[in-house]
């Protein structure tokens, strides 16, 4: 299966290249929030690893990354993104509206379901826009 969605990566790659290349700053951030998030919420934890930063990805591991996200007490469900801003062609900043459960301590197995905003940056390298962790900013 892995081999499966690695080739599958390999090949869908240098498409979804192409069809960022033609979009805004603010639109190609947007589509790569989105593919982001579904990875996480999909559990593809090294997919969503691979929308790091390169600095980010230098100073973390993909198992301490994958490892970091498991044990999160909260399961995401859905996500939008509700805007994008650019400061330059380098540099935006998305607003990205999450659906989210969060388990409840002392409560047995009761989960509340409830929606945040979260401000993401985003950074542009070598053609290809990334996520810059809080921890690495």
Known sequence: RHALQRGI???LMPAVAQLLANLTPEEAVAARA???????????????????????RKVQTSEDYAQRMAQAQIKWTDARVKSVACEDAETC??????D???N???MG???????TVV???WLASAGQWYFLPSQAR
């Open 93 to 98: 900043q998305a607003v990205v509206e999450l």
């Open 109 to 115: 197995a009761t989960k509340i379901s409830t929606l």
């Open 100 to 102: 989210i459960g969060v």
């Open 104 to 106: 409840v301590p002392g």
């Open 34 to 56: 989105v593919e982001r998030w579904k990875y996480i919420i999909a559990g593809d934890l090294k997919s969503a690893y691979q929308l790091l930063t390169p600095g980010a």
């Open 119 to 121: 401000e993401e940056h």
């Open 9 to 11: 990566q390999q090949f």
